[in-house]
Structure formats: C-alpha cells, structure tokens
C-alpha cells in the first residue's frame, strides 16, 4: 500500500509540475495578436475650448446687397461687411445673404462667433446658417456703437466643405471677422484670421493663433471673463479689479458704453437691487427702470452710498404699486413731484464738465419723457446741472442731473433718461453719458480707457 501511494503522489507531482509549466508557456509564448483597440474618430468635445479658424467677414464670396464690403480704419483685415443704415427691411421671401467656404479638420461641435458693432436696439442682429441649415438669430444684445463678439449657433459639422451663411435681418449693422471654435470657446479682442480658399485642391488644416493686436483699438472683454491662471504663489492677494453692475430693462443704453470705456461689469437681478450683500463687491451701480421692490431698493440704494458705492439712477425703480412716497428718504430730490414726467422734452446743456462735447439743446424723442427735477437746491452735497425744457414752448421745468455727495458716496440721477435715448437712435447726447460715467468712476479704475 505504502508503495502503491508512494507512486500515486509522484504521478500527481508530475502533473501539477506539467500544468504549471504548460501555463508558463502559454503566458509568455508570442500567442495570436490581440484585436486592436477601437480608435475613436477625433471628435471635439464640448468642453473644447479652441480656435479653429477665423476669417475676415469682409471676404464673403458671394455678397447679395444690401450686404456689401466696406472699408473701415480700425479693424482687422480691409474692413467689414455691412449693411448701411436705410437699407431697409430683408425681403420675406429671399432674404440677401453672404456666403463663406470654410474646411474643417475634423469633425466635431462648433460655435460660430460674429464680431459685430450695431448701431441701436433696431440694428443689432444678422441670421446665420450652416450648409442648407436654417437661419437662426445671431445679435439682439444691447452692446451698441462698439466691436464685440457675438456668440452664434453652434452645430456638429462634418470634416471638410463648409457653408456658412449670413443673412439679412437688419440694416445698420457691420460686421468684421467671423470664428468658429469648439464649443467652450470663447474668442476675445482681435483674432489673426486665415484668407479662404474658394476651391483648394487639398484642404490642409488651418494655423491657428490668436493674437490680439496691441496697436488696434482695444476691445475689452464683454463676453466671458478669462479664466484666472493659478496662481503660483498664494502670499500677494489679487486686488480686485473694478466692477460696475448694471440693471434695469434700460441698461442697455449704459452697456455699449462701458464696453467701449473697458469698464468691467456685471448685469445685476433685480432682487439684488434690494440686497446689500449682493452690492459689496460692485464699485459703480447703474440702475434705469429696474422692476424691483421699490421699498427695498431705496433702503439699499441708501445704505449703499452712504458706504461709500456710487451709484447712477436714471429711470428710477417701480413695482407696480403706486407709493405716495417712493423715495422716503427724499435720495433724489423729487419729493412731493415724484411721478411728474413730461414728454417732448428738450435737454440745454450747461458750461459743466458733463456737457463737454454735447450739442446746447438737443430735442428728444418723444417716446422719452423727462422726469422733474428741480432747477437749485440747498440740500448739502447736492448740486444740479444742466435744464430740461418741454414741450413746442420749450417751457423749463427744471434740471437735467443731479449730483449729490451721500456719506461716503455718490448719487448721479439723470432726469431726461439719457441712456434710454441711446436705445432710440439718439447718439447727440453720447458725450453726456460718457461724461457722467468718467466722472462716477473717476480714477478708480485703472483698467478703463
Ligand atoms: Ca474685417
């Protein structure tokens, strides 16, 4: 028995000892080659934030009128594709367009960007299409007598060939460069733009740079913030940089001049209005026709200059509730005649130094009444420029702005909204905005032009 399991264990030895080899070489024995893995096409992804091309909108191959090149100083390339201001309406029909030949690398999702300048609130929209693709809106932001960049639709496109149209919606518009980037891209200032090849015998992919040109005019960065680079070291805190926040359905007859001043900013809900802690970190608050609670934004607007903010109110807040008192605290003068507007309103200008560059009378439209204000006033820190007349008689019915020094801060009420009338095709009177808001900012922002 002894020798029958003496031999049994050997022979069990010998086949563990053969499996064991058997799977050694099967582990290391150059075998069949594994199937390849699966190569993804190149696909950007919707967190690609680059540049693939730019080009001169002024290089359209096909221009149907009104859409025609012009040249034009200050910009990129020859000048720009425009359509004048009178060229009236787009046909319903046919609409003109403007067409582009552009080659892709690679597949992918990608955003149209469109550096535009609109002259109003009726002049600030082009359509837009990929290939045979439908128009769709490009515009209709209230960045007004100013080069900025507009975001457009975004697609996923083929490699190669491709159509990019632009089409008539609206007349008073130019038009400089056009960019088509991944979908998280965001174009800035100047970009080096590529000429386009109407027939290429072989598509090569595009060299792209971006680089802003200094010697150009600047062009801040109204789009999108840049994202802060890290900061190698923590020690020195960044100071931070001047901030304006603006509000209200009027804000866009500020916003197109704090672009072209470089004067950072933010546009403000209209609860913050009423929030103090939303307030801190804003330097200048510009507020016309905001719709929010009126007793609110008073206690804070207060609160707010007197901390030491400047604020510049044009049509003052209202929330559908009729107030005997809106401004309890009596901020900007007008007790007793809050509500008292008039229309057909003519603005004379002063010797002050928020006239400079303004016309001496300068009748408005008449869909922009001019709210009271009075002529003087013996209130302390508070003084009044400039006089609104109304009316064919040109009756005076009192001042144009009030300044008023409150605490630690400032107040500036414009009675005849004048930012509001910059969205009615009313430019005579741009100096007198830009006036009033170097003088609110003052030397607090380094940044701004
Ligand atoms: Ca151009």
Redesign the pocket.
């Known amino acids: 028995m002894a020798a029958r399991s003496s031999t049994k264990q050997a022979g069990l030895f010998f086949i563990l000892a053969f499996a064991c080899l058997f799977a050694l070489v099967r582990a290391f024995w150059p075998g069949e080659p594994a199937a390849p893995a699966k190569v993804a096409p190149e696909v950007h992804k919707s967190g690609d934030a680059r540049l693939i091309l730019a080009w ?3 290089a359209a191959l096909n221009a149907q009128a009104p859409f025609r090149a012009s040249p ?1 100083t200050a ?7 425009e359509i004048e201001m009178g060229a009236g309406e787009p046909s319903k029909t046919a609409p003109a367009q403007a067409q582009y030949e552009i080659d892709l690398p690679a597949a992918g999702t990608y955003r149209l960007w469109v550096r535009a300048w609109w002259s109003d609130g009726c002049a600030n929209s082009v359509g837009a299409s990929f290939g045979d693709g439908p128009s769709q809106t490009v515009g209709n932001d209230g960045t007004y007598h100013a080069w900025h960049w507009v975001p457009g639709p975004a697609e996923p496109l083929p490699a190669g060939r491709q159509r990019i149209s632009l089409w008539h919606r609206e007349e008073g518009i130019r038009i ?2 056009l960019a088509l980037g991944g979908e998280a891209y965001v174009p800035e200032g100047l970009l080096a ?1 590529q000429p386009l090849e109407p027939n290429p015998a072989k598509p090569e992919p595009p060299q792209v740079a971006e680089a802003p040109r200094p010697e150009l005019e600047r062009e801040p960065a109204a789009v999108a913030p840049e994202t802060p680079a890290a900061a190698p070291k923590p020690e020195p805190p960044p100071q931070r940089p001047f901030r304006a926040g603006i509000a209200g359905s009027y804000r866009d007859g500020f916003e197109g001049h704090l672009v072209a001043l470089g004067i950072p900013y933010v546009r403000l809900r209209e609860h913050e209005l009423g929030d103090l802690e939303a307030l801190k970190n804003i330097d200048l608050l510009i507020v016309s026709d905001p719709r929010c609670e009126e007793n609110r934004f008073w206690r804070a607007l207060q609160a707010y200059v007197e901390g030491g903010g400047t604020a510049i109110v044009e049509v003052p807040p209202f929330d559908g509730r009729r107030r005997p008192n809106p401004d309890p605290e009596n901020l900007l003068l007008k007790r007793g005649r809050f509500d008292q507007y008039v229309k057909q309103s003519i603005l004379i200008a002063d010797d002050s130094r928020f006239f400079r560059g303004v016309p001496k009378e300068r009748a408005y439209h008449e869909d922009v009444p001019a709210y009271w204000l009075p002529y003087v006033t013996d209130v302390p820190g508070a003084k009044l420029y400039g006089v609104v007349a109304a009316g064919r008689s040109e009756r005076r019915i009192g001042g144009a702005l009030l300044v008023r020094e409150l605490g630690q801060g400032r107040l500036y009420h414009l009675a005849l909204p004048a930012a509001f009338a910059a969205m009615w095709r009313e430019r005579q009177v741009d100096p007198y905005v830009v006036n009033i808001l170097r003088d609110a900012i003052g030397g607090a922002c380094t940044l701004c032009v």
Do not use: Y
Not at 75 to 81: A, C, D, F, K, T
């Open positions: 001169e909108a002024e034009l910009v990129s390339g020859s000048g720009v594709l400089d460069q733009t």
